[in-house]
């Protein structure tokens, strides 16, 4: 049975993201938050700069009587990243599925520890019911 020349391994990834929270006096729950770093620096997004964050954080800081003092919130992410191996033909498989990972090139077809498979040969097909 051939195998994968493996790239990468499975992996999981844990991530902190941190904003700037204005919280509504009227509406407890609701506001807006800001992109920050851990001390509560005001970072740029793929919406607006550094320093448009910042004027709009400014804004809110001054309309004491809709917003509470900003608060920083902290949110984890994690995920998990598959292994990769190249495949004999050359082509880069990301090994995501436990059984079936198919080669883009040669749509040969490898299982999660990267040994070559054929789902073509099981007695039973599994179909998700979902």
Not at 40 to 53: P, Q, S, V
Not at 92 to 119: I, T
Request: glycine share 8%; with cysteine; hydrophobic share 30%.
């Amino acid at each position: 049975m051939s195998r994968l020349e493996m790239l990468t391994s499975r992996e999981r990834i844990n991530k902190i993201d941190y904003s700037l929270f204005f919280e509504r006096r009227a509406e407890q729950g609701s506001g807006y938050a800001l992109d920050c770093d851990a001390q509560g620096n005001i970072l740029g997004d793929t919406w607006m700069n550094k320093e448009g964050r910042e004027a709009q954080a400014a804004e809110y800081r001054k309309d004491t009587a809709t917003f509470f003092a900003p608060r920083i919130q902290e949110s984890h992410r994690s995920w998990i990243e598959p292994a990769s191996g190249r495949c004999h033909c050359g082509t880069v498989v990301y090994l995501e599925d436990g059984l079936e990972n198919y080669c883009d090139g040669c749509k040969a077809c490898y299982n999660m520890c990267g040994q070559r498979v054929y789902p073509e040969m099981a007695e039973e097909r599994y179909e998700d019911d979902y």
